[in-house]
């Protein structure tokens, strides 16, 4: 579990700012999550990455913007477009093929000042 | 779309005492269902997992429970423990969600609390 880092623990943003969450990983997974977790909302799926140039759109990615040009490395982006972005925010990996287990980060909490 | 509701949202029980969550999914074809336990201000660990060929697993307190035909699952926590509380998520893996991957869909979560 402690293979996968997230930061920073704490983020604030300002209106109309872009800010850019960072997840790395050291476990050699080829899968790589970002959930968003609301208070009583569980986990929703904002973006997904199965192999390194490749991404996907997950439930709730409107507003929000990844990469993945390294294996180790999945940033998001939350930018100005989304209007409600205090949450917490939970990047997660598995290994590639039908693996099963996800691995989750400690979590970024954003809030808007 | 493919949907995981969880009940109840909260859930209050005296040590020693058994809880149960239980867990409903759309799919019909979903193959997979984990369990994670999420500690105040933690990441969300795996306690358990079941997959759809079984219909019970067990890990020394903790079982899960499959119902295929009614498309519910259901977690039990026996001789409860105060660490026990923490907020409990189940996850459904349908047939066609994320590719090859699989992705899980959540449910919203169940706020365990254990008293001393």
């Known amino acids: 579990d402690g293979g996968i880092t997230q930061s920073p623990k704490y983020l604030f943003r300002k209106e109309g700012q872009n800010v850019t969450l960072s997840c790395e990983q050291n476990?050699?997974?080829?899968?790589m999550y970002w959930y968003r977790q609301d208070p009583g909302q569980g986990l929703r799926l904002i973006y997904y990455?199965?192999?390194?140039?490749?991404?996907q759109k997950g439930d709730i990615a409107e507003g929000y913007s990844v990469s993945r040009e390294k294996k180790e490395s999945f940033p998001l982006t939350v930018t100005s477009a989304q209007k409600n972005p205090t949450a917490f925010y939970l990047c997660?990996?598995?290994?590639?093929?039908?693996?099963?287990?996800?691995?989750f980060g400690s979590g970024t909490q954003l809030s808007v000042l | 779309g493919e949907n995981v509701e969880q009940h109840p949202s909260t859930l209050s029980v005296q040590e020693g005492d058994s809880a149960v969550i239980k867990c409903t999914y759309s799919?019909?074809?979903?193959?997979?269902f984990p369990w994670y336990k999420q500690e105040l201000g933690k990441r969300p660990q795996l306690i358990i997992d079941?997959?759809?060929?079984?219909g019970e697993k067990k890990d020394q307190r903790i079982a899960v429970t499959l119902n295929k035909t009614a498309k519910h699952f259901s977690l039990h926590i026996t001789e409860t423990q105060p660490e026990d509380s923490a907020v409990y998520f189940c996850?459904?893996?349908?047939?066609?969600?994320?590719?090859?991957?699989?992705?899980?869909?959540f449910g919203k979560g169940t706020k365990l609390s254990v008293k001393p």
């Open positions: 997660a990996s598995k290994p590639g093929g039908y693996g099963e287990k996800l691995f």
């Open positions: 476990l050699n997974h080829d899968a």
């Open positions: 990455s199965q192999i390194v140039n490749d991404f």
């Open positions: 799919d019909s074809a979903s193959n997979y």
């Open positions: 079941i997959r759809s060929n079984v």
């Open positions: 996850a459904a893996r349908p047939m066609n969600y994320g590719g090859s991957q699989g992705n899980l869909i």
